[in-house]
Nanobody, 124 residues
Framework: QVQLVESGGGLVQAGGSLRVSCAAS????????MGWFRQAPGKEREFVAA????????YYADSVKGRFTISRDNGKNIMYLQMNSLKPEDTAVYYCARRKTGLHSYYPRDYDYWGQGTQVTVSS
């Protein structure tokens, strides 16, 4: 069955860096676009970044552009989110998700499978 497992979250000071990973299994990873979302307490889940099937195209929320980098390794079935210059407002549970079909999307409704999430906490 389809599984997405995030890892790499943790506690980091403002200005620091963290890399979270998403290990995929149960489907042909290379034929699906993928995305990262995050959800802070009391807030809706929001788009962070997305990547095309080949990894050649990437998309970012304005709030993380220039600080975060999404990438994927189709040989290892893993997607990454490198987060630099972290801010306290980046604190959230980070989720990876599989796009249903087609190109990238900014909307959670367009993703059909989700990981369990990994907590990222940025202290000031």
């Amino acid at each position: 069955q389809v599984q997405l497992v995030e890892s790499g979250g943790g506690l980091v000071q403002a200005g620091g860096s963290l890399r979270v990973s998403c290990a995929a299994s149960g489907f042909v990873f290379s034929v699906y676009a993928m995305g990262w979302f995050r959800q802070a307490p009391g807030k809706e889940r929001e788009f962070v970044a997305a990547i095309s099937r080949s990894g050649g195209n990437t998309y970012y929320a304005d709030s993380v552009k220039g600080r975060f980098t999404i990438s994927r390794d189709n040989g290892k079935n893993i997607m990454y989110l490198q987060m630099n210059s972290l801010k306290p407002e980046d604190t959230a549970v980070y989720y990876c998700a599989r796009r249903k079909t087609g190109l990238h999307s900014y909307y959670p409704r367009d993703y059909d499978y989700w990981g369990q999430g990994t907590q990222v906490t940025v202290s000031s």
